[in-house]
């Protein structure tokens, strides 16, 4: 299978003068309260991707977190194209992400492979880092009304992602066997009740080591103790002064508030934890 992966990313190996040229991108700047000093510090970070696409065939880079008055370098650099009808090539620096991101966040980006297809309805991947020996396998297809990923599926530490609607509810539920007798899982569930859109969350941290996330639902627990629980309910509703965002947190045996207001393009932000002061923050997010 390895001599399949380099003979296709050879096979790939053109030049092109790209017809479609896009940029696109999005600035955060971020004011936070310092707890220790009482003043509040500004922060940014810009993010740039610049695509060319030719036909089946799309180049990708990424600059990421520029903050000024540094060397920009490139983050990620990878090719995407149509080998022959049905089998696709993905090569390049590019970061890899188990699952949705309820229990962990996107990987730092490495040199690989992967070729993809499908067979049967399910669509299967194979993937290589590059300078390996050897390959890991990506299964992914629908099961009845849910649709099911296994990602590197021959070995012990899987990672198995279940989505799909029930009764009125969308559910999201992933699990890894993060180390020896010690597996990971976390489901969230999400619905609407009276124009309130609502999300709960349920992490059972056996590896510490495994939960890495900032899903953007709980924000980072990857802080969270080994042999524990994280639970959450999130909670958001339109208003006229704006996007009003409630979260009520356990981690690590403290429990969090978190309230948060967007108007236009600012999201005033405050969050306590019992036994620490209140923190409060604003961002603003611009996107082109």
Do not use: C, H
């Amino acid at each position: 299978m390895k001599n399949l992966i380099s003979a296709i990313a050879i096979a790939t190996m053109t030049t092109a003068t790209f017809a479609d040229v896009s940029i696109t991108g999005a600035y955060e700047g971020t004011v936070t309260e310092n707890t220790t000093t009482s003043n509040y510090e500004y922060s940014q970070d810009l993010d740039i991707t610049v695509k060319g696409k030719m036909g089946d065939t799309t180049v990708t880079a990424t600059f990421e977190d520029m903050t000024g008055g540094s060397t920009v370098t490139s983050k990620q650099v990878y090719v995407e194209t149509k080998v022959i009808d049905g089998i696709n090539f993905k090569g390049g620096n590019y970061k890899g992400q188990n699952g949705t991101g309820l229990l962990q966040k996107k990987s730092t980006a490495t040199n690989k492979m992967k070729v993809s297809t499908d067979v049967a309805g399910f669509g299967v991947a194979v993937n290589q880092v590059s300078g390996s020996g050897t390959s890991t396998y990506d299964v992914a297809g629908k099961v009845g009304p849910a649709n099911v990923t296994i990602q590197n599926a021959t070995n012990d530490t899987r990672y198995i992602t279940i989505t799909g609607d029930w009764q009125g509810f969308g559910a999201t539920f992933e699990t890894q066997e993060a180390s020896t007798g010690k597996t990971n899982m976390g489901v969230a569930a999400t619905t609407s009740v009276g124009g309130i859109d609502l999300t709960g969350v349920y992490v059972d941290v056996q590896d510490a080591s495994g939960i890495t996330q900032d899903d953007g639902i709980l924000g980072d627990i990857s802080d969270a103790n080994a042999n524990t629980t994280v639970t959450g309910v999130v909670g958001t509703t339109g208003t006229q002064f704006g996007t009003v965002t409630g979260k009520y947190i356990t981690k690590n045996d403290l429990n969090t508030m978190v309230g948060k207001i967007k108007v236009g393009d600012i999201e005033y932000g405050v969050s306590k934890t019992e036994n620490a002061d209140a923190v409060f923050d604003a961002k603003l997010t611009v996107t082109f």
